[in-house]
Nanobody
């Protein structure tokens, strides 16, 4: 099983980034997917999730209205579009996969760094 994040980088406040997470080694279209982030010295926190079909999404209050999660099951990829970025969004971003009937995320990626700074 592999989850590989990409698209991170350095961006100015107010800017945008689109993260991608390419999945392999499991039936991607059967799994819910999530994005999490962890800033230095902080605990990992939930950012967004999307159901296996893409029909339902949810977001942390801190990113609601600025971030958008989507998926392409034909490409085994989940995305996180991040707009109006703030310095507080600086963190390592991780994607994760959860079997719909599981209480926890089963697979995790290695992360991609997002730094918001002028």
């Amino acid at each position: 099983v592999h989850l590989v994040e990409s698209g991170g980088g350095l961006v100015q406040p107010g800017g945008s980034l689109r993260l991608s997470c390419a999945a392999s080694g499991f039936t991607f279209s059967s799994y819910a997917m999530g994005w999490f982030r962890q800033a230095p010295g902080m605990e990992r926190e939930f950012v967004a999730r999307i159901t296996w079909s893409g029909g339902s999404t949810s977001y942390a209050d801190s990113v609601k209205g600025r971030f958008s999660i989507s998926r392409d099951n034909a490409k085994n990829t989940v995305y996180l579009q991040m707009n109006s970025l703030k310095p507080g969004d600086t963190a390592e971003y991780y994607c994760a996969a959860r079997w719909p009937y599981s209480s926890q995320y089963d697979y995790w990626g290695q992360g991609t760094q997002v730094t918001v700074s002028s």
